[in-house]
């Protein structure tokens, strides 16, 4: 074998390998029903595609927050209703179930009316939650989007967070 053909097939292996361990960006839920993408750094750590609800979490890389107990994540929840009518009732159940967590304030610079934006406690720690819920034929969905608030965290990944977040509930798809 030559040795630039050689060089070549090991340069399309490393490159197949490397493609291969990239993170997953597409996603799917209730058979294929619901359809989202998110960015590739983020990691799959629960997903619960039967039954009713179903569910996938994401934790979202947060260099200030490694070697603590504290996380940024978000999730995808999909429940099945039995007709679109019961979608109102669906997110006022989510709501109070919000309020009813530790620390629980409503975040009053929130100017989006379709996202329930909170903080709550959790251990030691506030957290900045926003919750979009949509309603997909008969399938209700929610994003849940929650990050720590800590002083060292720079603005910018707050920033990229929030948008990538609000990047989930734009790709969502049936």
């Known amino acids: 074998m030559k040795p630039t053909t050689l060089l070549f097939l090991l340069a399309s292996l490393t490159t197949a390998s490397s493609a291969h361990a990239q993170g997953k960006t597409d996603y799917s839920l209730n058979g294929d029903q ?39 994540n978000v999730t995808v929840k999909t429940r099945q209703l039995k007709d679109a009518s019961a979608f109102a009732t669906t997110v006022q159940d989510e709501f109070e179930r919000s309020k009813a967590q530790g620390g629980y304030e409503t975040d009053r610079s929130n100017t989006d009316s379709s996202v329930h934006q909170y903080f709550v406690v959790r251990g030691k720690t506030r957290y900045l939650v926003r919750d979009s819920f949509q309603l997909i034929g008969t399938i209700a969905v929610e994003v849940r989007c929650q990050r720590p608030l800590l002083e060292a965290t720079p603005q ?10 609000a990047s989930v509930v734009a790709s969502l798809k049936h």
């Open 156 to 165: 910018g990944w707050n920033g990229e967070f929030d948008a990538a977040c």
């Open 34 to 72: 619901i359809r989202f993408h998110v960015p590739a750094s983020w990691t799959a750590i629960m997903e619960k595609a039967d039954g009713n609800p179903q569910a996938v979490a994401f934790q979202v890389p947060d260099p200030t927050a490694q070697g603590s107990d504290d996380s940024a």
